[in-house]
């Protein structure tokens, strides 16, 4: 793994920061992914690994009943807290009403404009710094940091809670066996580094699986160039549908190239026909799409 690990934390629960959620009579929705945090260590490693300061604007992720949300919020200028289930809404509110610097948003994250929303409240609260932190229904992690590591947000770190598995091919180096797609992706906008790891008993309900805390440090510029980053992100994508198979074969994924522009485009960018996708660096697969790009355009000109 090419992470750094920043502390670590793995036990039983026995203490609890806030009330555990079965006491505030809400029914975990497993179709929701709900697995409230109830171990306060973990609470605080999560908060303290944010990096969030009185100068920050937090975006908050799926606060259900405010675990993260009230130290979050203690040490934040600004934090905006977006939630799907409304049976949250009240309770979040009764409980960050004091502070005075929470606000709600009652939405699906996955359907908010959330560069919008940040350049609103920067500007609004008069704040610099945003980081994202979230205990992320796990249904939906890979499209939720996909989204925000997209969005051009400005945010300095996304410091998200993931299943322990997604979380390992996310902060594998690529080019390294545990890599996947979405190793690439990430480390195209990011540096990655671990904060904790997390046992299924820090929840409740207890969930199958465990899982890490993630750091994601947004790179200030791309650590490779690319003249196409669709298809840059397609090639990838197709690489790894079929991992088994070699990129010769796996690239014909692709749908509009022939083995033989393939073939060309390999060696173009001096890369083997045998090896598979996982055994690429960034700058191979950049060199690659630029590669097969290039072929394309010079086809086209003919
Ligand atoms: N932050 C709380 C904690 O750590 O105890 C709850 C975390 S729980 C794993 C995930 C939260 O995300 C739930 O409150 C759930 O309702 C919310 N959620 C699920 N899907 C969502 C979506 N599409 N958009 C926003 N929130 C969502």
Do not use: W
Request: charged share 25%; aromatic share 6%.
């Amino acid at each position: 793994m090419s992470s750094k690990k920043r502390s670590s934390g793995s036990k039983k629960n026995t203490r609890y920061k806030t009330r555990p959620p079965q006491a505030l009579g809400v029914r975990p929705a497993k179709s929701l992914g709900q697995n409230f945090l109830i171990d306060e260590d973990i609470i605080e490693a999560i908060v303290e690994g944010s990096g969030v300061t009185e100068d920050s604007l937090v975006i908050e992720i799926g606060p259900g009943t405010g675990a993260l949300t009230l130290p979050l919020a203690e040490r934040a200028g600004h934090l905006v807290a977006v939630e799907l289930d409304e049976r949250m809404l009240e309770g979040l509110r009764v409980k960050t009403f004091s502070l005075g610097n929470v606000e709600i948003i009652h939405d699906d994250i996955l359907k908010v404009d959330i560069a919008g929303v940040i350049s609103r409240e920067l500007e609004e609260y008069g704040l610099r710094d945003v980081r994202i932190v979230g205990n992320l229904p796990y249904y939906i992690t890979t499209p939720i940091i996909m989204k925000l590591l997209e969005a051009e947000t400005g945010a300095t770190s996304i410091t998200v809670m993931m299943q322990k598995e997604v979380g390992d091919r996310i902060a594998a180096k690529p080019g390294t066996k545990l890599a996947g797609a979405i190793t690439y992706s990430v480390h195209y906008y990011a540096e990655v580094s671990e904060i904790t790891d997390v046992s299924r008993d820090c929840f409740y309900p207890v969930p199958k699986v465990d899982s890490v805390v993630l750091r994601l440090d947004l790179l200030p510029e791309r650590p490779v160039e690319v003249q196409d980053e669709k298809l840059f992100f397609r090639c990838i994508k197709a690489g790894f549908s079929q991992r088994r198979k070699t990129l010769l074969n796996s690239l014909t994924g692709l749908g509009d190239f022939d083995k033989n522009t393939i073939a060309a485009a390999l060696d173009n960018a001096g890369i083997e026909h045998e090896r598979r996708a996982e055994s690429l660096s960034l700058e191979e697969f950049a060199l690659l799409a630029d590669s097969l790009g290039g072929i394309t355009c010079l086809n086209e000109s003919n």
